[in-house]
């Protein structure tokens, strides 16, 4: 008996092993903003997925060390910084997936659209840069406002004759973590098992928590849902007010940037059934980008899906958040074409 156990043991081993050698493919992910409040954690965070095996590390300024600390920790991925514009395109060479959180974070009173005036400009030139020396690249995009950096990178890519609709997305998973939490806090269901999706876009009012969606199924009041609904979607504010001038969210953040890009591997990797909500070219509105639940696979989206039944209350927010997300879209497309 023993030696049964043994030997199954070791060849379960040698099976993990095998797995984990020869079926992962060669993946680089390349973080821009990588020594900042997000890109840190999310930089620590993507070294420890085994799915990437090259971890680049791009900001104006720090790279160098953050690159030199993450690179000690004994995971798959070789790590590089790089620092400076003159060194942007080694840092998206040959990259599968790019995540930008590049770009200044909110102080308290301030909306994600009065990053406008700074952001955009870094996007634009960070885009530019992609459609040279990555364009097959997926593009996370967390820089704020998401609403207009979207689109501003579809204009740039159109520009430049790169744009693929598959492979931009608009980072939206800090939405749907925070529904998530507060739904399994006021439904006292475990949290690991809940989901939420949430659509429209990635900022106060156009966030919208489909909780009449939400699983575990629960029997909230239709005040708890509209004081879940406003949480999520104040979810940022909350952290911007607690931080009192020291930026946004950050730690919870890169773990929903990690989510995404983890989910992005995923599919290119071919795994089946890689779904999660975010803010792409979208049909199902009368909006050109649109934030709903995705399907991911080899080429970035392989289906983006329709939005379910709503509830009257649902319904009601949707109507309310097609125009100010019609305008922040506009005003990026606009930005762009300047
Ligand atoms: P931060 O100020 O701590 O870090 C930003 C980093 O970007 C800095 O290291 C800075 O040197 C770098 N940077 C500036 N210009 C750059 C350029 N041209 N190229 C490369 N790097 C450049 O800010 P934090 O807290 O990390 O936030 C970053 C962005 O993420 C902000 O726009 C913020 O609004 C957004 N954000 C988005 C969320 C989402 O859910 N999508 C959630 C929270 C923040």
Redesign the pocket.
Known sequence: RRAASASSSSSKHLLRRSYSSDSKPERKVAV????????QPLALLMKLNPLVSSLSL?????TPGVAADVSHINTRSQVAGYVGEEQLGQALEGADVVII??????KPGMT?DD?FNI?AG?VK??CTAIAKYCPNALVNM???P?NSTVPIAAEVFKKAGTYDEKKLF??????VVRAKTFYAGKAKVPVAEVNVPVVGG?AGITILPLFSQATPKSNLSDEDIKALTKRTQDG?TEVVEAKAGK????LS?AY?GAIFADACLKGLNGVPDVVECSFVQSSITELPFFASKVKLGKNGVEEVLGLGPLSDYEKQGLASLIPELKSSIEKGIKFANQ
């Open positions: 821009l903003g990588a020594a900042g409040g997000i890109g791009y900001d104006i300024a720090g959180p590049a770009g200044v974070p909110r994600r990053l952001n870094i030139s960070l967390i820089s704020n998401v608009g980072v939206t998973t800090l939405d990635h940022g930026g946004s969210a950050t953040m929903a």
